[in-house]
Structures are given as structure tokens and as C-alpha cells.
């Protein structure tokens, strides 16, 4: 069975500039789920969707976008890019939604903003 | 909002023997409490889990236990092995969809 997929692995983005990432769930699961890490501030959750919908939307500014598709896979996209932008980029796939069901991660796209 | 805290930030165990790393959280609605395990260049992995229903789990080397009246839990590991060096961190989450509030990690090594 697949696991998560993150594509792509690295990315390299100029100051101003806006990025897509994009996630394949495991297969079946409907839930995807975008954090942030950074070493400062560790694992910041950004937004879950499921069955298409956003269901949450963590403390993040409206930079930040996501979608997703009725394959369940999802994008994520930042708008003018900053420095402090720069991170590990991690979704994390779910059967369902609910909070209370195994959540499994990607590899992660890094990011980085110059 | 809900707040993890976790502790220590670093540990450093000879090969044998047992770790521990602790957490709390603040809000009393959480109810779901999974590890994660991450190494170097990779994604945090899922190493075992506890719901607010169960107060102790078992897998292997790896056991979690809960509290849920003092709002705390802790991952114990026994024999350790080399392998097990990696950064570890524990979340909370709750019925309102799948939102994790992380620790902010400890990293353990398993010195040989």
C-alpha cells in the first residue's frame, strides 16, 4: 500500500513569488492535512480537508491556500512569498475525519524562500 | 487554543536502556494522543497512539500511558536500541476534525 506522497521534495522560490505544493493520500483516505515546521516554531497546523471541504483552518494569514480534489488529492498554495515562509511543508493523510483517527505524513516538501 | 508542552527537549540514553518523554496538554476536550517519530529528511511516523478511554498502551518496546485528570502523558521506551535515536513528538487532538497541536519534540540518542 502507497503511502503519502509529497511532490516536489525541494523547491527553491525567489522573495514576492507564489508556490503550489501537491499531496497524494494513502488510498481510500479523505482526510489531508497541511503543517508547517520550523525549527522556531515546530509543527504548526495549517488546514484539513475533507470530501473537498475545508474543515479547519489553523493561525496562518490568508497567504495561505489549499484545495482539494474529489480524488481526495490536495494542493497548497502561498501567495508572495517571504522569507520567514521557509519551512518543511508536511500534509498528513486520514481515513476520515474527526480528530480521533491515525493521521500518517508525507516526506515533506522543503521550502525555500531567498 | 490547546497547549502541548513537552519535556525534555533532549535525552541521551546508553543502549539498554529506558527512555521517557512527557507531555501535557490544557485543554480537558482533548481526547486523542499519538507519537510521532521523525528521522533525519523524513516526515514525522506514527509509533502508537492513545485515546482518552484507555489509560495505558502497549506495542512492543514502546508503551504510552495517560492521565487524563492531571492532563498529562508520557512515551516510555525499554531496551533501546540505536535505531530509536530520532527526534519524538507527541500531539493532542479532539472530535473537531483532525487537527494535531504538537509538542515542540525531544531528541533522543541512544548511545551505543
Known amino acids: 500500500k502507497a503511502g503519502v506522497t509529497q511532490t516536489p521534495r525541494y523547491l527553491i522560490k525567489t522573495r514576492g513569488q507564489q508556490v503550489t505544493l501537491s499531496c497524494s493520500p494513502i488510498?481510500?483516505?479523505?482526510?489531508v492535512s497541511w503543517y508547517q515546521q520550523t525549527p522556531g516554531q515546530g509543527l504548526q497546523f495549517l488546514f484539513e480537508y475533507f470530501s473537498e471541504t475545508q474543515r479547519n483552518k489553523g493561525n496562518f494569514p490568508g497567504r495561505f491556500s489549499g484545495r482539494q480534489f474529489s480524488n481526495s488529492r490536495s494542493e497548497m498554495n502561498v501567495s508572495t512569498l517571504e522569507l520567514g515562509d521557509s519551512a518543511l511543508y508536511l500534509c498528513?493523510?486520514?481515513?476520515?475525519?474527526?480528530?480521533?483517527?491515525?493521521?500518517?505524513f508525507g516526506q515533506g516538501t522543503r521550502l525555500t524562500v531567498v | 487554543g490547546e497547549n502541548v508542552e513537552q519535556h525534555p527537549s533532549t535525552l541521551s540514553v546508553q543502549e539498554g536502556d529506558s527512555a521517557v518523554i512527557k507531555c501535557t496538554y490544557s485543554?480537558?476536550?482533548?481526547?486523542?494522543f499519538p507519537w510521532y517519530k521523525q528521522e533525519l529528511g523524513k516526515g514525522p511516523q506514527l509509533i502508537i497512539d492513545?485515546?482518552?478511554?484507555?489509560g495505558e498502551k502497549k506495542d512492543q518496546r514502546i508503551a504510552v500511558t495517560l492521565n487524563k485528570t492531571a492532563k498529562h502523558f508520557s512515551l516510555h521506551i525499554t531496551e533501546t536500541q540505536p535505531e530509536d535515536s530520532a527526534v519524538y513528538f507527541c500531539?493532542?487532538?479532539?472530535?473537531?476534525?483532525?487537527?494535531?497541536?504538537f509538542g515542540t519534540g525531544t531528541s533522543l540518542t541512544v548511545i551505543p
Open positions: 488510498s481510500g483516505h479523505r482526510s
Open positions: 500531539a493532542a487532538s479532539k472530535d473537531t476534525g483532525n487537527q494535531f497541536y
Open positions: 485543554d480537558s476536550a482533548s481526547n486523542y
Open positions: 492513545i485515546r482518552s478511554n484507555v
Open positions: 498528513a493523510s486520514s481515513l476520515r475525519t474527526g480528530g480521533t483517527t491515525e493521521a500518517f
